[in-house]
Structure formats: C-alpha cells, structure tokens
C-alpha cells in the first residue's frame, strides 16, 4: 500500500511535469558536484523502488516516505513547482499511512497486552529450551541481518565518497568516461534506507515481544466452523526422540543417510523425520496394523501424510494451538507441542508462524478456505472412523503412502457430488 502511494505519486508527477520532455539537454550543463550526484542518485533510487519496492513488504512503510522525501527534496531545487508539489503531497500521504500503521501497531500490542492480563490462568508450565532458543534465534539472524546491512551502507558510503573526489568537478560526458560515483551513490542511499527500514523493524518486534509478556504460553482455541484446521509445516512426519531407541528403528540411519555431509548436527533429543520404510515407523507399519491398532497410534504426527491435516477433536476446547511468544502480527510466536509436562517447540530451528497463517487467522476470524491439500483420489486402503478416540472424522489409509485425516463436516468429495 506504502509502496502504491509512491507509484500513484510518480504517475501524477510525471503527468504534471511537462520538463521530463527536455531535461536531457540542459540538465547535465556545467561540471559535476555532489548535488547532481544526489539528484541522479535519488532518480535512481525512485526508479529501483517503483520497480521492486513491492516486495519490501512492511519495510516499504518506512521507505516509502523517506524515498519520496529525498525526491521531494532533490526536485524541488530545479524542478516545476506543480510536479514539486506532487512529490511534497506524496511524502506527507506515506508519511501519514506509516504513522496511521505505527498507531495501529500499537494499538493491537496493547490489545495483546490485555488479552494476555484478561486470560492468564494460575496455571504454569514448564517451557522447553527449543521454545527459548527458537526465539532467541530469531532474534540472532535478524541482527545479523542489521549488522550486513549497515556494513554494507558504510562500505557503499565509502566508496561512493573516494570516486565522488575524484569525479567532481567534470563534464559529465567529457573525454575521462562516465561518471560512476551517482550510481554506487544510489546503492549507498539504497542501503542507507533498507538498514533503517531494518532497524525500525527489529526494535518494533524486540519491544513488542517483552511487551505483551515473553514468557506466557498462549492457548489459542478454534472457533467451531470457522477455523481452517492448521498444522504447523515440519511438524509432521517427525517422531520424538524417545521413539528412537527401538532397534528396528532405521528413522536415525535413513536420516543420517540423506546428510551425509552431517550439516545438521542431532543431538541425542532431537526430532527426526520419519523414514518410509522403517519398520517401527515406516508405510507398512501404519498398513499393516489392524484398525484397533491403528485407533491407539492416532495421536502420532508420524502416521499421518505430511500434506494431510491432523485429526480434529471433537471437543473444540482440547483443539488449542500453544503458542510461545505471542505479540501481534509482528511477532505471531513459535507453536509448541506438549510432551511429557514440558511445552516445547518441535525444534531449536522453529520459525514463528505468521499471521497469514490460517491458526493465527481464525483469531481474526478468518472463515477456512485456504487451498488445504486433497487426499489422493486412488490406492485407498480403507475408511477408519476415528470418532471412538474422540476425533471429529474419519482416517484414510493409502498402498504407498502414509494416512490422510479427514473431518467429518469437510467432505469435498460429498460437496462436488451435490
Ligand atoms: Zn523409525
């Protein structure tokens, strides 16, 4: 949207401003000085952003204003007042629209911050390491982010100040080649604002996350029909750690097979994707058990198809998502699972969800109908109704692969016959 005002503003300007015409002739009269080299470095600038600042997502709300204004500012000294006024109206919107995003930020950490006083029970639970580390990781890679980027302003500075010294002062197509120090100037100024836009960012998400209180863990329950069930990606197809020990188990060997670099280090409790063909945990082990056998391993993530969703319990209260770190949009936590009294995240690698995810929406009230996976349509095995174990529909087991849940409201099949 940011980015919409800086194009919007670009269009009118450039309808208003009769001069682009002839700028080319006269613009370049006279030797080279650093005002012509901000003058080209923000047309640069304007142009990069129009044609990519979509994808800066909600760091275009910083940007946006600040690239307006350093056009503004760079237009205003030579330009025609009319397409000046365009620039100074389109700063003053971004700006607005940031504030106007910066107030409502707030406002929804504050709603946070009272929801989180309104339903904190007694109760208290043990957080696991990878929850923590998983928060803090987040936190490390987004730093070290800043640091590159601010790095890379200073370096870009630099260089665009030691060739500036020995460009000044030139005709700009005189016989000594082009002049370069405009467009590492654009980069310098590039960077200059991405590192900002960096910054606002991560301070935002620091202080929302203490603020809304970064040790509760949130249950965040499923309204009935209108949440679209959500199971966090890498969730699945994993077994715990104590799974392992079995010796038929090849999950660990497999694993290890598939790395053989070794880039990810396991150490003796972590989480291990399943292997299809283990006998403990493999295709056949889930086929071949009878139905009743089948009803007790419901509760295992590895039985079921990495694309299928997990089977709902008929009970909406025990349908709760855990949530670690919860802030609001700019920080949507990271999902935990319990497992033996301790909450924890399934990995030290655990991304936190985003709001877009479909947990988080139904929050928002978001009414399920996201693009959920269909079941294959062929090398069914058999129907297992699941509602003897307290889930809300149906199993459906596959020759070659592993289990498909179904609830008992969503048949699409049923909804294409009608
Ligand atoms: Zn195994």
């Not at 923590?132 to 200073?154: D, G, I």
């Not at 935002?204 to 209108?226: K, M, N, T, Y």
């Amino acid at each position: 949207m940011a980015w919409l005002i800086a194009v919007i503003t670009t269009g009118i300007a450039y309808v208003v401003d009769r001069g682009w015409e002839d700028l080319e002739d006269d613009l370049w009269v006279g030797p080279y000085d650093a005002l012509d080299m901000f003058d080209l470095a923000s047309a640069g600038l304007l142009g990069g952003f129009v044609a990519i600042g979509w994808f800066l997502g909600r760091r275009g709300l910083t940007i946006t204003p600040l690239v307006l204004l350093i056009v503004a500012i760079s237009f205003g000294r030579e330009g025609e007042p009319a397409a000046t006024a365009v620039w100074w109206v389109g700063t003053a919107l971004a700006g607005l629209w940031a504030f106007s995003y910066a107030a409502g930020a707030l406002r929804s950490l504050a709603q946070v911050r009272s929801l989180a006083r309104a339903s904190l029970t007694e109760r208290e639970t043990l957080i696991g390491p990878n929850a923590k580390n998983a928060v803090t990781r987040f936190f490390r890679r987004r730093a070290f982010l800043l640091l590159s980027l601010a790095a890379l302003t200073a370096t870009a500075w630099t260089i665009t100040i030691l060739l500036f010294s020995s460009e000044r002062g030139r005709q700009f197509e005189g016989p000594d080649g082009d002049i370069v120090s405009d467009l590492i100037a654009t980069v310098a100024v590039a960077a200059t604002l991405l590192a900002i836009a960096e910054a606002v960012l991560f301070f935002w998400r620091l202080v929302a996350v203490r603020a809304a209180g970064h040790d509760l863990v949130w249950e965040v329950p499923q309204i009935e029909g209108a949440a679209a069930p959500y199971t966090p990606i890498g969730l699945r197809a994993v077994i715990e750690a104590e799974d392992l020990r079995a010796d038929s188990c090849i999950c660990r060997t497999e694993w290890s097979r598939a790395d053989p670099e070794g880039e990810y280090e396991l150490s003796s409790d972590d989480d291990i994707p399943v292997s299809d063909y283990c006998p403990d945990h493999g295709i056949d082990r889930i086929n071949a058990s009878t139905q009743s056998e089948f009803l007790a391993m419901t509760h295992e993530p590895w039985i079921w198809d990495e694309s299928s969703v997990l089977p709902q319990s008929s009970n909406p209260d025990a349908q709760r998502t855990l949530l670690y770190g919860f802030a609001g949009p700019s920080f949507a936590g990271i999902v935990l699972r319990e497992k033996s009294g301790v909450v924890d995240a399934s990995s030290p690698y655990a991304d936190p969800i985003t709001m877009e995810q479909p947990a988080i929406r139904s929050y928002d009230g978001y009414h399920g109908d996201y693009n959920q996976a269909q079941r294959p349509g062929a090398g069914m095995v058999d129907e297992i109704d699941l509602r003897p174990v307290g889930y809300d529909g149906s199993a459906f087991r596959y020759r070659h692969g592993r289990a498909w849940y179904e609830s008992a409201q969503s048949h699409p099949e049923d909804e294409r016959e009608r």
